[in-house]
């Protein structure tokens, strides 16, 4: 009776034994393992990337809304006009020239030009009173008038555009009178004058600016110049030339009221100011419809796919698991807005904050998915990530 009694109590013993040890084993098991068998919940199986639980990973970078609402740049009306008025250039003090055997004298008068190169058709007038012998006018050294006066009133000589310089002298001599020792030649000069015609440069030049923002430059390929030109006298006009940071994007005399197309390379371009120059150096130009047409090396709607497994969108639908969408931004404390789509499930993100979260369970589907972000304000985003919490 005793030895029954003993074997019962070894045998009681010997299952609290086992029972502590499974009690053991059970709390030093992982936690999914722990749980599957208190609950009888299936394990989830994970590998790879997933075993931190992220399905979804990506670094959009710059985003902006050019693509979308505005790729044009657009520049007022240009107007290039050729001016050119005669006008006074000099006006010299009567004088004498004369030379005789014992009487010789010479007259040198100096003149300065502002700007030779738009300076035509300068003439010298005089009135001679008293004249005898030839009369010889130098300019700069070379001879560009040798002959007798016949009357008070001379016809203008033309001094020679390819001599004219800043600072130019005249001459003015008289004929030896051979033997005639008795007697002089002589002039004497009036109303003396240098007239020329002056072209106005300063209106047939126009400059102008426009703004390409950070996310324009970024993500622009290149950029076509498109513009109409008007003429005035079309028999009477210069090249049109014009300049994008000073590199020449056009020269020729264009065909007028024709539409042109030029194509402008990013190499030409800055980040954010830009000039653009219209120039021409003869005649009348109305240069309308002028813009900056931009290309973008890619949308800027971004998308992005990631996999729900069978068994991730059993938790999910269980609400075991929860499945968030986090965007982080570059922390610029501007507002951020964009147009988010889950599945065709779309809703605007408005914050100011450096990041967005959201829950998007009730959006996904087992198997392929996709999220789909659209900017509508130029914005930096770091990071944009989709996991099981």
Known sequence: MQKKSQGGLNAAVLIAIIAG?????????????????????PAKTITGEEKSNVLLRAAPGTLSISKNLENEKIISNVFLVETTNAKELENINPFIARNGWFDKKSKKVDFNLEDPDNTDNVVLTFTAKKRQGILAIKMNGVVIFENEVASDITEPVKLDKKLLQKANSLEFSVSSIGLKFWTTNEYSFENIKIIGDITDTSRQESSNIFTLSDSEFASMDKATLRFIPYCGNVNDLGALNIFVNNKKMFSSVPVCDNSYRQSVPKSALNEGENNIVFKTNKG???VEQIRISLEFKEPAVKTYYFEISSDAFKQIRNDNEDIVLTIKFADDKKQKRAKLDVNGHIETIETDKSSFSKNIGNKISEGNNFVRLEPLEDMEVVELKVELT
């Open 21 to 41: 040890l499974i009690i053991l084993y059970i709390i030093f098991l992982p936690t999914s393992e722990r749980e599957r068998l208190i609950e009888e919940k």
């Open 284 to 286: 009348s130009y109305s």
